[in-house]
């Protein structure tokens, strides 16, 4: 159970026990255990049940390391180089529907995506690993090193590890190495119609009054 966490309804704790630390111990992972990862997110809904997630990896001290490595910027590597293996999370922008030769635009892909990556970062919560994601790499060369066609959105990569001490981190962000918050739950859902960022619904005040009653009251 979090303690730096409370949410205001109750959850299983799995929620809000999923963080995304930056101090990982450089240990490997066992391919058993990457593959049960992978297992989760290969669960999750898409449009058409098209799956255009597709993930690939690069364990540490593999050669499949370096180039997902060398992708990532300078912020980014200085604290993920300690990961257990780095991934790069794409989605097919397209699918073929059954019974069709052509391929057609899928506009979800991404939404898709998304949900295979909260599936894997959840699994991983589960096993006691940290599933960090991070937009802060070079795209075009991650494209070229992995040979991605341009079919293929690039999402994400994803650094997965085991938790270290936060002193291996360079001391700027040993002060980052806590759990972020949440906005309330009224500034993220609302019943009925658009009413965040102070917005209110032009309803009527008094339904009942006719309009001449409402000039007279
Ligand atoms: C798409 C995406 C891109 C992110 N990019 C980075 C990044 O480049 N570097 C980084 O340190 N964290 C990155 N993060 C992590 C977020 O900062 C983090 O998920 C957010 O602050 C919420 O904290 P939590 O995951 O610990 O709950 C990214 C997260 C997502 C989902």
């Known amino acids: 159970m979090s303690l730096q966490r409370k ?39 898409s449009s058409f049940n098209a799956q255009p997630w597709r993930f690939i ?12 490595h060398d992708a990532l910027n300078d912020y980014n590597r200085s604290w993920a180089h300690r ?3 780095l991934v790069a999370v794409l989605s097919s922008t397209t699918w073929t529907p059954p019974g069709k030769l052509q391929a057609q635009p899928l506009g979800s892909h991404s939404f898709d995506t ?7 970062a959840f ?18 060369r991650l ?3 992995l040979d991605i066609p341009e079919d293929h959105a690039i999402e994400a990569m994803v650094a997965i590890g085991w938790r270290s001490d936060q002193d291996v981190l360079p001391e700027a962000l040993q002060a980052r190495e806590v759990m ?5 739950l009224d500034q993220l859902v609302a019943e009925g119609s658009f009413t965040f960022n102070g917005r209110h619904r032009n309803v009527d005040p008094a339904p009942s009054l006719t309009g001449a009653e409402r000039v007279a009251s």
């Not at 990896?57 to 997902?68: E, F, K, M, N, V």
């Open 180 to 184: 972020t918050q949440r906005l309330p």
């Open 123 to 140: 699994q991983a919560t589960l096993l006691g690993w940290h599933a960090h994601a991070m937009g802060g790499f070079d795209r075009e």
């Open 7 to 45: 949410s205001e309804y109750p959850v299983d704790p799995m929620f809000t026990c999923r963080w995304s630390p930056r101090a990982f111990n450089a240990e490997s992972i066992e391919p058993a255990t990457l593959m049960t990862l992978f297992e989760a997110a290969r669960w999750a809904p």
């Open 114 to 120: 998304g949900a295979a990556w909260a599936s894997l």
């Open 83 to 85: 990961a257990s293996v």
């Open 57 to 68: 990896y690069g364990r540490r001290d593999t050669p499949a390391w370096q180039p997902l």
């Open 143 to 145: 494209r070229q090193a």
